[in-house]
């Protein structure tokens, strides 16, 4: 309880040095707080401590009070008493708290009482779907992006029902893409009518929509035909491509062009035999797949597509991993190591090692003795991973006796399995011929020749 009141104290108290008071003229810039003891000053003050306070009981994070507080203009300019109402309206959603911290921290327009009071009878009136708290989050987020009056939202309910999807695939379409409610019926029949002639079935169509939503939003001249054929340009045949987009619809969501870079780079590879074998397993098209999985990952953490290819050319291993794998070791190595993401163009074996055997393990080490004082120089990334693992351990481990419980390979606490039982040996004796007297006679022969 005392951690949660200074939390909030350090909250305020930033409040309080950082914020100006709010602008009289349109074109006027928005500042915040100032430290001049006007009336707006102490106005606008116990605005934003009645803000930090009741979205602290709404379950906000103390740490983000700060900087979502004062750069909302919606917020400063609004109804306490209606924010509230507003608040409570979500909650009567039974929305996840963390679903409703993320609606309003992405759009804090959302907390609109008139916006949510309309929306608040379309939901409770649509008793021909069951409304789940994502789709909720999805399309108000949507909704209150662009506008969108509520009240087409039973319609194009009824229009996706009516076309034949089943109320799962509706469903999961608005939590994934709540666009759908401003399309035309025209403009899904005209998806429904490509994925038909390139010879997908009706039920087919409607598990590739559940699965991926975002595909009833590309545009068939633009994007899914020219896909198709760079597919086919590429060397495999329309069947083939037709039960791949079934097995995993979200090869729809390539870019054109993107497919040709991936299986570039795995034809260029060169790594060991049993890597490649591993990585073409369930044939090149699903690997090139794979590739673009983990370039979109390395992507998302700050690394730009060139960079990406270049870790995935270096170290092929990663490919073979799960993208979940990449994810925590590169949380991992931002908020732990506290090394820049960039760190891996230039080590891009950190991902291809094991986390729990080896980045853990060497990581422990050098920070117990970066913090003993027993480092000379400063241990980088590339000296805690490139180093074989008998290296570092003569360089940091054995050296110091309490750290080998730190890392366990070769310390004296722990026994290394043996890989083949005692006494195999013996299985593998040469096996002994009897000696014919023609054998002894050239062995006497060739010995005579000797001396």
């Known amino acids: ?23 009289t003229h349109p074109n006027e810039r928005l500042h915040f707080l100032s430290t001049m003891p006007n009336s707006s000053n102490e106005s606008l003050y116990r605005k ?71 929306w608040e009878m379309v939901f409770s009136k649509s008793g021909v779907l069951n409304i789940s708290p994502l789709l909720i989050k999805s399309v108000l987020a949507y909704a209150k992006r662009f506008q969108i009056d509520p009240d087409g939202f039973n319609k194009s309910v009824d229009v996706l029902k009516g076309i034949g999807f089943s109320e799962g695939t509706v469903r999961k379409v608005l939590e994934g893409f709540p666009g759908a409610i401003t399309m035309k019926k025209s403009e899904i029949h005209q998806r ?58 979200r090869f729809l969501g390539m870019e054109l062009g993107e497919f040709a870079r991936c299986l570039e780079l795995l034809s260029s590879l060169k790594c060991r ?84 055997k080896q980045i853990v393990p060497r990581y422990n080490v050098i920070e117990y003795l970066r913090a003993k004082g027993g480092l000379g120089d400063e241990v980088g990334l590339k000296d805690m991973i490139k180093l074989s693992r008998l ?15 730190m890392f366990g390979r070769f310390s ?10 005692i006494g195999l040996w013996k299985m593998f004796k040469p096996q002994k011929h009897p000696e014919s007297k023609e054998d002894v006679n050239n062995m006497k022969s060739f010995m005579e020749g000797l001396v």
């Open 1 to 23: 309880m005392a951690i949660k009141i200074l939390h909030i104290r350090t909250a305020l108290r930033c409040l309080v040095l950082s914020s100006k008071p709010l602008p």
């Open 391 to 405: 290296k570092f351990y003569n360089l940091y481990v054995k050296p110091y006796p309490e750290c080998g419980k």
């Open 273 to 356: 035999t049993p890597i490649k074998l591993k990585i073409f397993s369930d044939g090149a098209f699903r690997a090139g797949f794979e590739v673009k999985q983990r370039v979109d990952c390395l992507c998302k953490h700050g690394l730009i597509r060139r960079e990406a290819f270049k870790v995935l050319w270096k170290e092929p291993r990663v490919i073979i991993y799960d993208v979940q794998d990449i994810e925590k070791k590169i949380e991992f190595l931002v908020n732990t190591m506290k090394f820049n993401v960039g760190c891996l163009v230039e080590v891009p074996e950190y991902l291809g090692v094991s986390f729990d």
């Open 412 to 421: 004296g606490d722990v026994q290394v399995k043996r890989q083949h039982p």
């Open 192 to 249: 429904i009518e490509f994925f038909i002639q390139i010879g997908i079935q009706r039920d087919e169509i409607d598990w590739i929509f559940n699965s991926y939503p975002e595909a009833l939003g590309f545009l068939i001249e633009n994007r899914l035909m020219p896909l198709v054929d760079e597919f086919e340009s590429l060397g495999f045949s329309k069947e083939f491509i037709r039960k791949e987009i079934i097995r995993e619809p």
């Open 48 to 118: 934003q401590i009645s803000l930090a306070n009741l979205f602290q009981r709404y379950g906000f994070p103390p740490s983000q009070l700060h900087s979502f507080i004062s750069t909302s203009r919606f917020l400063l300019g609004s109804n306490l008493h209606e924010i509230e109402k507003s608040l409570g309206i979500l909650l009567s959603f039974k929305i996840p708290q963390k679903f409703v911290v993320s609606l309003i921290t992405e759009c804090p327009g959302v907390l609109e009482f008139k916006f949510l009071k309309k």
